[in-house]
């Protein structure tokens, strides 16, 4: 006990008063973000130490019987009912069958229970039908999205009054209303809590009687399904200046339910988000008044929507984007490797050319790595997790990948993909790259800003118990808790400068891997990594404090060492749950010697820009003793990864599942384009033969008896079948522009200029 005394009066006390100074004082709106949602796996990686184990006994996501049913039968059929092509340029809407069909078919309540109508889906169930949807189409697949994510659904069912769930859920789950999520305004983008959309408390009007409420004033921009929404789930910053509810008069940020066909709500207006036209547009609110129970949850939950918000986003933000662009990324795979395989420049597939396929094994090595994630994270939120951290993880690496995937695959196209056309099966998903970047949290800011800068306060098995100690009112009682969190965060640093040093020196020797695994160095070199993110992640805080949260740069490499620690994780435990297939290992070596690469340029960058010189070099002698040293993956792998996508196998479906291929459809490009790729593969043990006896042209190869005049034919089908995919469209005109009249040539008139000149010429 004196020991304890004096350690907390001469050694604690010092410390206390001096972290008082340097550690991140966290807000009212920060404090709301980091308690919402759950620790999960992110923690265990802040440990330095993650038992993967744990990781890897996880059961993998998968779907029920009844699931699997509404897989193969409605969304199959909804994908075959869509044009994606009609919709961007002639409809500009989804057509009233598909909304019906939406409607009917409960696509709007995936999420919401049973018992109120709804379908009662799992996480992983609504994550497949939003990835199958998604590769059909991205506005049907926004469409879909939105209800069953961050909205008035999502938000009942957590913090509803039994009242307005058993009105509104079922109503939502049948689509007879259809819901939107109103938080940005034009002032408040990023930073949400700066809204100025205001709810003042006062008496006034509402069915006649009068009663107390909030009479409303605002302006939302940007909100899905805003010009079509019959109720909206409103944010707003409460004000009560007569004291109307008691307490004090600035509230908070607050959510209502407000039906669209309330006086003084206006909205119809559109939004065109880059031509993807999903329903977009601003809602407008002027003097609207509202009683009191139209409060999300009750008068209880006045102040408390960034508490909502944040807890909601908490696992919608790893279900909807993660899911988009999951689908994005395997069909710019799956169809690129095809297309490599079916174009020819200079008389090869473009596929065997060395650039085209550095970019190909990239494209099949981001549709595993997503999808593992994308399946890991909805198996933890099945199991009740809210992992807000590694949420935050997946939107932003998600859609970046996506984005990646995308471009590489536009390079890879050409033309074929630039000119639009129902021929063109790209343009719709890289029109609709910027949107997944920019909504549930624009992805610069999420990296720089809250992935660690979350992570380090939220998961972090210490910091937040030594800011809630440093933050207590009683200060005798505030330094007891420091005492205990300090010194125990003390230990697990020296622990873990051990781990890091022994793991460092030995270049991952003795760092530990699970028991019976395929890959097991490829889990020791994460172990050795996590131990040193650990290190450099104390000393980071302990130098900086409150001051990493303005060093933005630091802050988003060592986001991105824990995104890595994450992602990389995932594809190990996707490999072992899908029975170590030995024709996966490439990709899997493939993505985790790209990952090394980013986690190690990471290291790097913070170590050379730590304003603390000596914590830099300390960890560089502790961790990294022989340097920051990494590869890239050999000419030969990479060659190895991308032969996957340029050859029909069962490894590329299982690498591009539960796509929309056009099947349902009579005419759909990518199904020409699979076609196509059959054909070609299925001729080339023609063309095999025409190539020993060096022929080109197959009339002169049958006319030499090198081929039968059934090769021959099947040749002809398969060039028909290919001409069919490198062609583009082209259209008249006038069908294009209306102007199009001021180009068509005038008849020639004499002029008196032109005689002359016609003169001359002679
Ligand atoms: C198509 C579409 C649909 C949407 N749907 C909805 C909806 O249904 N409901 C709804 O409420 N909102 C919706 N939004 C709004 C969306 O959430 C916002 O656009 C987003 O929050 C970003 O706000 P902003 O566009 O005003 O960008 P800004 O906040 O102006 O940000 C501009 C840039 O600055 C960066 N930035 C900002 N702060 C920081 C920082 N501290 N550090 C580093 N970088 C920073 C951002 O990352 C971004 O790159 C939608 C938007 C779009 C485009």
Not at 81 to 90: E, G, P, T
Not at 478 to 490: E, K, N, P, V
Not at 596 to 617: H, M, Q, S, T, Y
Request: one cysteine or more.
């Amino acid at each position: 006990m004196g020991i304890r005394e004096f350690r907390r009066d001469y050694l604690t006390r010092p410390i206390f008063r001096w972290a008082g100074g340097v550690l991140p004082p966290i807000s009212d709106t920060e404090r709301e973000a980091i308690d919402a949602g759950t620790v999960w796996w992110d923690g265990e990686l802040f440990t330095g130490n993650p038992d993967w184990q744990k990781l890897l006994d996880m059961p993998p996501a998968a779907l029920s019987a009844r699931e699997q049913a509404f897989m193969d039968g409605p969304v199959r059929e909804l994908c075959s009912m869509i044009d994606d092509w009609k919709i961007a340029w002639q409809d500009r809407d989804l057509p009233p069958e598909v909304w019906d069909f939406m409607r009917k078919n409960k696509f709007f309540g995936m999420i919401i229970p049973e018992k109120y109508g709804g379908l009662g889906f799992s996480n992983t169930m609504h994550s497949e039908v939003v990835r199958t949807i998604s590769s059909a189409s991205v506005v049907a697949g926004v469409t879909v999205m939105v209800p069953n994510s961050l909205g008035p659904g999502e938000l009942l069912m957590h913090f509803g009054t039994e009242a307005q769930k058993d009105h509104w859920l079922p109503r939502l789950a049948d689509g007879s209303e259809i819901p939107c999520f109103g938080l940005t305004s034009e002032d408040a983008g990023s930073d949400a809590a700066a809204m100025t959309d205001s709810g003042v408390v006062e008496y006034g009007k509402h069915e006649g009687r009068k009663v107390l409420g909030i009479r409303l004033n605002f302006h939302k921009r940007y909100i899905t399904l805003g010009p079509v929404a019959t109720v909206m789930g409103l944010a707003f910053k409460l004000f009560d200046p007569d004291g109307l509810l008691g307490g004090e008069k600035e509230r908070g940020i607050t959510v209502a339910l407000l039906p669209t066909a309330t006086p003084g709500v206006s909205h119809g207006e559109r939004h065109i988000p880059q031509f993807t036209h999903f329903q977009n547009g601003p809602l407008y609110g002027k003097d609207v008044f509202i009683p009191l129970d139209w409060i999300l949850g009750g008068q209880e939950q006045v102040g408390q929507g960034w508490k909502m918000l944040m807890t909601a986003l908490a696992a919608g933000r790893g279900i909807s984007l993660p899911s988009q662009s999951a689908a994005s990324a395997a069909m710019c795979a799956r169809a690129t490797g095809a297309y490599a395989r079916v174009r020819r420049q200079f008389n090869v597939p473009i596929g065997m050319f060395e650039g085209i396929r550095r970019h190909l094994a990239d494209l099949a090595a981001n549709a595993y790595l997503i999808d593992a994630a994308r399946r890991l994270t909805v198996a933890a939120l099945d199991r009740g997790e809210k992992p807000s951290v590694i949420s935050a993880i997946m939107k932003y690496h998600a859609t970046e990948r996506m984005r990646e995937s995308i471009g590489k695959a536009m390079d890879i196209h050409g033309g074929k993909a630039i000119i639009d056309g129902p021929r063109n099966y790209m343009g719709g998903q890289y029109r609709s790259v910027p949107i997944g970047i920019t909504v549930e949290g624009a992805n610069i800011l999420t990296r720089n800003l809250m992935i660690f800068g979350q992570g380090a306060i939220r998961s972090h098995p210490y910091m937040l118990k030594e800011l809630e100690a440093l933050s207590q009112a009683d200060k005798d009682k505030g330094l007891d808790a420091f005492d205990r969190s300090f010194w125990a965060h003390a230990g697990h640093s020296i622990a873990n400068a051990g781990r890091a040093f022994l793991r460092g020196w030995s270049g991952a020797l003795f760092a530990p891997s699970p028991k019976d695994v395929g890959m097991p160095h490829h889990w020791q070199r994460l172990s050795r990594y996590a131990s040193a993110f650990a290190l450099i992640s104390d000393l980071a805080l302990l130098t900086m404090g409150g001051a990493l949260k303005r060093k933005e740069l630091i802050s988003a490499r060592l986001g991105d060492i824990l995104s890595e620690l994450y992602l990389l994780g995932a594809v190990l435990k996707r490999y072992e749950d899908e029975g170590r297939q030995k024709i996966d290992r490439p990709i899997v070596d493939y993505i985790m010697v790209n990952g090394e690469e980013r986690i190690c340029a990471a290291f790097d960058g913070v170590l050379d820009n730590l304003p603390a010189r000596w914590a830099a070099w300390a960890t560089r002698i502790v961790a990294f003793p022989f340097g920051i040293s990494y590869r890239a993956p050999s000419d030969r792998l990479t060659d190895k990864v991308a032969e996957t996508l340029m050859t029909p196998s069962e490894q590329r479906d299982r690498l591009t599942p539960n796509l929309y291929l056009g099947e349902g459809h009579e005419t759909h490009a990518l199904k020409d384009l699979e076609r196509a790729f059959q054909a070609v593969m299925d001729v080339e043990p023609i063309e095999k033969k025409m190539r020993a006896a060096e022929i080109r042209d197959p009339e002169e190869a049958r006319e030499r008896g090198v081929i039968d005049a059934a090769e021959f034919g099947r040749l002809a089908a398969a060039a028909e079948l290919v001409q069919r995919v490198v062609a583009v469209d082209a259209w008249p005109m006038e069908e294009v522009s209306p102007l199009a009249d001021q180009h068509r040539k005038p008849a020639p008139k004499r002029t008196r200029a032109a005689k002359p000149r016609r003169l001359a010429a002679e």
